[in-house]
Structure formats: C-alpha cells, structure tokens
C-alpha cells in the first residue's frame, strides 16, 4: 500500500490503524475527518507526503499521530487544530518545513523532539504553552520566535 485516499464517509482514523505501514508514501486526508487517534501512522517510514483537504472539521490529532515518519518534509497543520499534541512528529527526521496556524495554543512534550532536520520555526501569536522537551534534539534548528503569548516553556524545550 504506497497511498491511500480516505472516503468522505469516514470522520475518524483510529488508535494505531495504520502503525508500521512502512511502504505507505502519501495519504490524503478528507475534509469530513474529525479525529486522527493515537499513533495512527506511527512508524510509516516512507510517509512524505499528508495533504488534509480544506476546510477541514478536523479537531484533534492524536499523541504520536506522524511519529518516526522519518521521510515526512513539510507538513501544515489544518486551522482547525489548537494544539500539537504530544510527540505527534517525535523522530520525524527528515521533517525541513512546519507550518503552525494562527489556532495553535499549546505545543505538548516531545511534539518536534528529535527533528534533526528542522531549521526555522515561526510560533503563532495565540500560542501560550511550550512543554518540555518540545524542540529536544532538533539539531539543525538555527531560528525560533517565540511570540510575547508565551506564558510557560518547560525544560530541555
């Protein structure tokens, strides 16, 4: 299975459906999703490509969600999303480009830990909380602007 186009008729992916899928290269996600659960592509190892349909009603991603998607580059968060929930892209190595909506209010423990690649980051203004470990062991990450919103950033962030 190298891609997989969700069918409108589905509104939530659950805990772990598709863990370890190792060929899957690309998934495109329906507007009529309102949940990805825990770990749902943890470990698909040549995932580079999530495309999430607009306008989307999608309101969570759960913890570990993208976790060791090591081949992941870019990826933007749907508006629809407030928080980056914990370890969502944990060891996504390959992982250059983020983009944060305006909606986002907390970034969650380990959510970026271990993004070798990651350069820049620009946090939205709405942001408040940054837990710990959140940036661990992004290596390349030369620039991050942190906006005044920020009231708590947790250790070894």
């Not at 309102?34 to 470990?43: D, H, P």
């Not at 999530?50 to 990826?75: H, M, R, V």
């Not at 942001?127 to 470990?133: K, N, P, R, S, V």
């Not at 940036?135 to 950033?153: A, D, H, M, R």
Request: hydrophobic share 35%; proline share 5%.
């Amino acid at each position: 299975m190298k891609r997989i186009v969700i069918p409108h008729s589905i509104t939530s992916i659950g805990d772990a459906s598709f863990y370890g899928c190792s060929s899957l290269k690309e998934i495109i996600i329906p507007s009529s999703i309102v949940s990805i659960k825990s770990s749902a592509f943890y470990g698909c190892a040549s995932l580079a490509k999530i495309t999430f349909e607009n306008p989307s009603s999608l309101t969570n991603i759960g913890s570990y969600a993208f976790k060791n998607c090591i081949k992941l580059k870019e990826i933007s968060i749907p508006s629809s999303i407030s928080s980056v929930n914990k370890g969502l892209f944990e060891c996504c190595s390959s992982l250059t480009h983020l983009y944060l909506p305006s909606t986002i209010k907390s970034i969650e423990q380990s959510a970026f830990s271990n993004c070798s690649s990651l350069i820049e980051i620009k946090l939205p203004s709405s942001l408040t909380l940054i837990e710990d470990y959140s940036f661990n062991g992004c290596s390349s990450l030369k620039k991050i602007e942190i906006p005044p919103s920020v009231t708590s950033i947790g250790a070894n962030s």
